[in-house]
């Protein structure tokens, strides 16, 4: 579950005060979407190191972004 999808599923916390929402489900939500990005970055790494044509691609793309 990414970031976007736990804000949604937690929107009410936003109604409730930060003492009444903390308690609850939000912080193990939050817990959840970093675990779920390490699982996707660890992929992305792999992909990365085992694959000399997606390295040489990657580096493009941030040349090109760091160049505007």
Known sequence: MNLRLVLQASSSSFINTAEQALPGDFPK????????????QQAMMMQYLSN????????????DMLKG
């Open 29 to 40: 939500a939050i817990d959840d979407a970093v675990m779920d990005s390490n699982d996707a």
């Open 52 to 63: 000399p044509e997606v390295a040489r691609g990657f580096a493009r793309v941030v040349f």
